[in-house]
């Protein structure tokens, strides 16, 4: 797997995902409120964290919600169609 890039513009929107094939998911929709590395961060939450290892990646986003490195986007989602076939139903 390609390593990412996890160095963080402070106002960069941040989409969190997590897990693989039909686990797979969103976390959250985050705005960087400062400059942030996002791999640096895991540690630091990880160092303070002592809570269920199932419910580590919502509380990571809770995390940099309440010590302030992030806030949350409004959003919503809108499915257009599948495979080739486009539209709103």
């Not at 513009?9 to 686990?23: F, K, M």
């Amino acid at each position: 797997m390609k390593k990412q890039n996890t160095e963080v513009a402070a106002g960069e929107v941040i989409v969190l995902t997590q897990g693989e094939y039909s686990d797979y998911g969103i976390e959250g929709y985050l705005v960087a409120c400062i400059e942030l590395d996002l791999s640096k961060c895991i540690i630091d939450f990880k160092i303070q964290d002592n809570g269920d290892k199932w419910d580590q990646h919502e509380n990571f986003v809770a995390w940099l919600i309440t010590t302030e490195k992030a806030i949350p986007v409004k959003h919503r989602e809108i499915h257009i169609g599948s495979y080739d076939y486009l539209a709103i139903r």
